[in-house]
Each structure stands twice: as structure tokens, then as C-alpha cells.
């Protein structure tokens, strides 16, 4: 209670409502993780489901790095409300195919429908920096993912719960919740930007000219690289968390949703309130750094686990890596003007994307080579790709907005 009052206290309305967004949203994601294997498994009828998590997350990641810049244009032309309002319908429509599959082709199409229109997150980020001043970005961007915590401590533990009673209803309840999740924008969300009624240039439809920017100028193009390699990273807990838990520790559905409700209790905690006092003691890069070395920390006793106690034991340095990623969020909203942030959020959104689409399937076939012999060494993996990071990290200048041309 004390948690939720502190961040309250600081919200107002429009605040309000799209953490309740993200909430949600995060609620509906995490219903899934639990049971997405066994559902692979049920529909295809193979023995092993890693491929097949490793395809259905590269092709959301696909199908949202080729829409995720249009769509961030758009809602610095047309407004974020409307964009995110399409997002969170095409959330709703995949949930609905994920329930009613029967056949790996509708698994496929409701995760294409889901990428195609996803721009939760890099709209909810515009959106916030709109209507945040640029001293207290860095304390909202935590709570911003401090609420994505609160929903990933619920829906995990949710998910596994119902997905041992019944394979296909962790789906339905997903499918729900982001249609009340849609209702709740559509009614109560405000406007946080004037549509700017300019027409929508074609070529921007090309998803690769939006990179432009980051390999034209010098203070974004390092930003935008620390962006795809932290989430290079953070892909190999979604494709291999649930076929690790159940290959090492035979945990079912509820146990496996237990550790990741763990987890979102700790990361809650964690992002809600150390990212402000971290850059304030810290600076960005030392706070950024210090995530990245507890991240590495905890990798290293996952890999060489033999208990499930030490997995929850090391749960709040786990946590503790996530400090870096609001950070990093508040550094890269000032590398370019107010007028270009969603533009320049959704070339973010689509160097997220690009991890995304080729880290699911590099971390699901390492992952199946391994497994036989040692399942813990993919995290060794994610480790490697997190000591890539730190030099960049080290290298980055401070300053003002780049002048970057309007694309």
C-alpha cells in the first residue's frame, strides 16, 4: 500500500491512466509466459518447443520493427491517443487467436496482428516525456516500468495457476483484460499532444529510413546500439525462462509463474524507487553500469543452480540490473527536441525490434543444443552480450539536443 501511495502521490490523471494501461497490459503479457510451451507443444505436437518460441517471438519482433516507426510518427503527427488505442486492439485480437488455435498458422497470425499494431511502450515513453519536465523523467520512466512490474507480478502467477487447470485459459483471461484495457484508454485517456496536421509522407512507410538518424548522427547512433544490445539481452528470459525452469527444476505452469511474480515484486520495488536516487548518486552512466553488473551477477548463479531456492535467493539483485533501463530511457529523450520524441522513440522501438527478431532464434537454438547437457549455460550466453555493452556505455557523451532534420 505504501508503494502504491508513493507513486500516486506524483501522478496526475493522465499518469494515472496509462500506467493502468501498462498494468494491464503487462498483466495480459505475463498470463502467457507460464503455459506458452505447453500450448507449442499441444498445437504442433513436437517434443521440444524452443524453435517454435524462438519463431513466434521473431515474428512479432519483425512485424513491429517494420510498423513500430510508422506508428511513432503518427502519433507525433496525429496524436498518441489514437495509436496507442489501434496497439492495444491489435493486443486484444492476438490474445483471441492465441485462445482459439488449432493449428500453428493462427499462432502466427496472432502474433504478426500483435507486432503489426504494438506501440505500447514507445507511445506510453512519448507520451510521458510530453507531459513530464525533463528533471523528473527519469523518476516516471521508473514507475513506468515499476508498473509493468506490478502487472508481471500478478500475471505470471495468475497464468500458471490457470493454465494447470485448463491449457487455453490463461489466453482467454489475457484476451479480456486488453479489452478492458482498450475501453480504459478509449474513455478515460486524454490527449497528451496536439495533432500537428501535416500530411504522412509515404517514404516514411520504409521501416529502415527512420535508422537514418542513428547511423547519420554521431550522439545518436551509440545510443541507439546500447538500446539493441540491452535488448539482445533481455530477449533470452522470454524465449528460455519457462523451457529452463521445466528442464531444471521440473517446475509446471504454477511454479514457473511463481519465480516470475518473484521477480516483478522485486523489480516493482526496484524501479519504483532507486532509479531517481541512483542518478542522483550515480549520474546515468554510473547507474546504467551498475544494472549491468548486477544483471551479470545474478546470470552467473542462475547458470550454476541446482536449487530452485537459489533462483529466488538471488531474485533482488536480479531486480537490481533492471535500474540501468530508466536511465538509459531518460538519456536518450534528450538526445534529440520535443517535436521529434516519438519519432525518435519509435527508431528506438525498432532497434528493440531488430534484437528481437534475431535474438529469440539465436537464444532457442542455443538453448536446444544445450539443454541436454547443461540448460544454465544460455545464461552465460546473455552474459557475454551484457560485458559487449560496457564499453559503449563508458564512451558516452553528455550535451545538448542533436539538430536532427525531420524525416
Same mark, same amino acid.
Given at each position: 500500500?505504501?508503494?502504491?501511495?508513493?507513486?500516486?502521490?506524483?501522478?496526475?490523471?493522465?499518469?494515472?491512466?496509462?500506467?493502468?494501461?501498462?498494468?494491464?497490459?503487462?498483466?495480459?503479457?505475463?498470463?502467457?509466459?507460464?503455459?506458452?510451451?505447453?500450448?507449442?507443444?499441444?498445437?504442433?505436437?513436437?517434443?521440444?518447443?524452443?524453435?517454435?518460441?524462438?519463431?513466434?517471438?521473431?515474428?512479432?519482433?519483425?512485424?513491429?520493427?517494420?510498423?513500430?516507426?510508422?506508428?511513432?510518427?503518427?502519433?507525433? @503527427? &496525429? *496524436?498518441?491517443?489514437?495509436?496507442?488505442?489501434?496497439?492495444?486492439?491489435?493486443?486484444?485480437?492476438?490474445?483471441?487467436?492465441?485462445?482459439?488455435?488449432?493449428?500453428?498458422?493462427?499462432?502466427?497470425?496472432? @502474433?504478426?496482428?500483435?507486432?503489426?499494431?504494438?506501440?505500447?511502450?514507445?507511445?506510453?515513453?512519448?507520451?510521458?516525456?510530453? &507531459?513530464?519536465?525533463?528533471?523528473?523523467?527519469?523518476?516516471?520512466?521508473?514507475?513506468?516500468?515499476?508498473?509493468? *512490474?506490478?502487472?508481471?507480478?500478478?500475471?505470471?502467477?495468475?497464468?500458471?495457476?490457470?493454465?494447470?487447470?485448463?491449457? @487455453?485459459?490463461?489466453?482467454?483471461?489475457?484476451?479480456?483484460?486488453?479489452? /478492458?484495457?482498450?475501453?480504459?484508454?478509449?474513455?478515460?485517456?486524454?490527449?497528451?499532444?496536439?495533432? +500537428?496536421?501535416?500530411?504522412?509522407?509515404?517514404?516514411?512507410?520504409?521501416?529502415?529510413?527512420?535508422? @537514418?538518424?542513428?547511423?547519420?548522427?554521431?550522439?545518436?547512433?551509440? !545510443?541507439?546500439?546500447?538500446?539493441?544490445?540491452? +535488448?539482445?539481452?533481455?530477449?533470452?528470459?522470454?524465449? /528460455?525462462?519457462?523451457?529452463?525452469?521445466?528442464?531444471?527444476?521440473?517446475?509446471?505452469?504454477?511454479?514457473?509463474?511463481?519465480?516470475?511474480?518473484?521477480?516483478?515484486? /522485486?523489480?516493482?520495488?526496484?524501479?519504483?524507487?532507486?532509479?531517481?536516487?541512483?542518478?542522483?548518486?550515480?549520474?546515468?552512466?554510473?547507474?546504467?553500469?551498475?544494472?549491468?553488473?548486477?544483471?551479470?551477477?545474478?546470470?552467473?548463479?542462475?547458470?550454476?543452480?541446482?536449487?530452485?531456492?537459489? !533462483?529466488?535467493?538471488?531474485?533482488?539483485?536480479?531486480?537490481?540490473?533492471?535500474?540501468?533501463?530508466?536511465?538509459?530511457?531518460?538519456?536518450?529523450?534528450?538526445?534529440?527536441?520535443?517535436?521529434?520524441?516519438?519519432?525518435?522513440?519509435?527508431?528506438?522501438?525498432?532497434?528493440?525490434?531488430?534484437? +528481437?527478431?534475431? /535474438?529469440?532464434?539465436?537464444? +532457442?537454438?542455443?538453448?536446444?543444443?544445450?539443454?541436454?547437457?547443461?540448460?544454465?549455460?544460455?545464461?552465460?550466453?546473455?552474459?557475454?552480450?551484457?560485458?559487449?555493452?560496457?564499453?559503449?556505455?563508458?564512451?558516452?557523451?553528455?550535451?545538448?539536443?542533436?539538430?536532427?532534420?525531420?524525416?
Amino acid at each position: 500500500m505504501y508503494l502504491v501511495h508513493i507513486s500516486f502521490k506524483y501522478m496526475n490523471k493522465s499518469l494515472i491512466v496509462i500506467f493502468t494501461a501498462i498494468v494491464l497490459d503487462a498483466i495480459g503479457i505475463g498470463l502467457i509466459f507460464p503455459i506458452l510451451p505447453s500450448l507449442l507443444q499441444s498445437v504442433t505436437h513436437a517434443e521440444s518447443a524452443a524453435p517454435y518460441i524462438g519463431i513466434m517471438m521473431a515474428l512479432y519482433a519483425a512485424m513491429q520493427f517494420i510498423f513500430a516507426p510508422v506508428l511513432g510518427s503518427l502519433s507525433d @503527427r &496525429i *496524436g498518441r491517443r489514437p495509436v496507442l488505442l489501434i496497439s492495444l486492439a491489435g493486443a486484444a485480437i492476438n490474445y483471441l487467436f492465441l485462445a482459439l488455435a488449432s493449428n500453428l498458422w493462427m499462432l502466427l497470425l496472432g @502474433r504478426a496482428i500483435a507486432g503489426l499494431t504494438s506501440a505500447n511502450t514507445s507511445v506510453a515513453t512519448a507520451y510521458i516525456t510530453d &507531459i513530464s519536465p525533463e528533471d523528473k523523467r527519469a523518476r516516471r520512466f521508473g514507475l513506468l516500468n515499476a508498473m509493468f *512490474g506490478i502487472g508481471f507480478i500478478i500475471g505470471p502467477v495468475l497464468g500458471g495457476a490457470l493454465g494447470d487447470y485448463g491449457l @487455453r485459459l490463461p489466453f482467454i483471461a489475457a484476451a479480456v483484460l486488453n479489452t /478492458c484495457n482498450l475501453l480504459l484508454a478509449f474513455f478515460m485517456l486524454p490527449e497528451s499532444r496536439a495533432p +500537428s496536421h501535416q500530411k504522412i509522407d509515404l517514404a516514411a512507410l520504409n521501416p529502415l529510413r527512420p535508422l @537514418r538518424w542513428a547511423f547519420s548522427e554521431k550522439r545518436l547512433l551509440p !545510443i541507439t546500439v546500447i538500446f539493441f544490445i540491452f +535488448s539482445a539481452a533481455g530477449e533470452v528470459y522470454g524465449t /528460455c525462462w519457462a523451457l529452463w525452469g521445466n528442464d531444471t527444476f521440473q517446475w509446471n505452469g504454477l511454479w514457473i509463474g511463481l519465480s516470475l511474480g518473484t521477480f516483478g515484486v /522485486c523489480q516493482t520495488l526496484a524501479q519504483a524507487f532507486l532509479p531517481g536516487p541512483a542518478v542522483k548518486l550515480l549520474g546515468e552512466r554510473g547507474t546504467i553500469l551498475t544494472g549491468i553488473v548486477s544483471a551479470c551477477m545474478a546470470l552467473i548463479v542462475m547458470a550454476f543452480a541446482t536449487q530452485s531456492w537459489m !533462483i529466488f535467493a538471488i531474485m533482488p539483485v536480479f531486480a537490481l540490473g533492471g535500474i540501468g533501463a530508466p536511465a538509459l530511457q531518460s538519456l536518450a529523450t534528450r538526445q534529440v527536441d520535443e517535436s521529434q520524441q516519438g519519432q525518435f522513440q519509435g527508431v528506438l522501438a525498432s532497434a528493440v525490434s531488430l534484437a +528481437s527478431i534475431v /535474438c529469440p532464434l539465436a537464444f +532457442s537454438s542455443v538453448y536446444f543444443a544445450v539443454k541436454a547437457q547443461w540448460p544454465g549455460a544460455i545464461w552465460l550466453s546473455a552474459l557475454v552480450v551484457y560485458a559487449i555493452m560496457v564499453p559503449l556505455v563508458l564512451g558516452l557523451r553528455f550535451g545538448k539536443p542533436a539538430a536532427v532534420p525531420a524525416i
